[in-house]
């Protein structure tokens, strides 16, 4: 099998590698039509591109978010990551308090895989930097290794749910490999902030992804109700313990 599809060219450039995971970014976009043009000019000036994931297959296997598929080249196989009748079940359970699909294909065998194109940021996660696991919100992943378990976990207090505002559930991964993740931001403007024995407040919903080793909870920002509502902040999502958080600052 032979493609050029990952070839450089003046429009089109690989901007990020991990693993056998390549981000293809059209830095033009020259397939427009005339009554196009000019929006896609300033699109392309402020950075809003199209993006897509190429997985390079060499004998190995990749678990995709369902309906990511764009073409696939050589010998590469479709599958679910459904082990039984049991999974299953868990599976629908866990898409049933998450925003995640239940079942997501798994391509396994030696090619190129390429996802759709998407105007999303594409950063790519080595597992390695987050040995205990990574929570995130819903709608982040777009696919991974199937070395890395995807799981549901809950939240370790219901204040973290509920005043939080962020669900009662969230998915995590888990284990060796490298992820990918579609956010709202570029990766230049994420911050990571490494906590050691450490706490992290944050006023929104401005955490994307955070280590499972940390614990999550709501918080006044004053001793007091009255003070909190005072001071014109209120509460504050709070994490605390050892481990790393992904912010991004100016959603």
């Known amino acids: 099998m032979k493609t050029n599809f990952l070839q450089e060219t003046e429009f089109k450039k690989v ?4 693993g056998n995971f390549n981000i293809v970014e059209y830095v033009k976009d020259v397939s427009v039509t005339p009554s196009r043009v000019v929006a896609e000019y300033y699109a392309g000036a402020m950075n809003v591109r199209r993006r897509q994931v190429a997985v390079e297959m060499k004998d190995s296997e990749v ?7 764009q073409w696939t080249a050589g010998n590469v196989q479709a599958a679910t990551n459904i082990k039984g009748a049991g999974d299953l079940a868990k599976k629908m359970i866990s898409a049933s308090v998450t925003k995640e699909s239940a079942i997501k294909p798994k391509y396994m065998g030696s090619g190129l895989l390429v996802l759709e194109p998407t105007y999303k940021h594409l950063i790519l ?3 390695a ?16 290794d199937a070395t890395i378990d995807l799981k549901t976990v809950a939240r370790s207090t219901l204040s973290s749910a509920v005043l939080g505002n962020e669900g009662l559930f969230n998915t995590m991964l ?9 956010s709202p931001v570029p990766a230049s403007e994420l ?11 944050v006023d929104g919903n401005y955490a994307i992804a955070w280590s499972k080793s940390l614990k999550f909870t709501v918080e006044k920002t004053t001793k007091t109700l009255i003070g909190s509502a005072a001071s014109g902040e209120g509460l504050v999502n709070v994490y ?12």
Not at 240 to 251: E, K, R, Y
């Open 125 to 127: 996660i080595d597992m």
């Open 15 to 18: 901007v990020g590698r991990k």
């Open 63 to 69: 678990i995709v978010q369902t309906g990511a598929m």
């Open 129 to 144: 930097n987050w040995l205990d696991g990574i929570v995130m919100d819903d709608g982040l992943f777009l696919a991974c």
């Open 191 to 201: 911050v990571l902030v490494s906590l050691e024995n450490d706490t992290l407040k």
């Open 174 to 182: 888990y284990g060796p490999g490298t992820a990918v993740l579609e």
């Open 240 to 251: 605390s313990g050892t481990g790393s958080v992904l912010m991004a600052p100016i959603l």
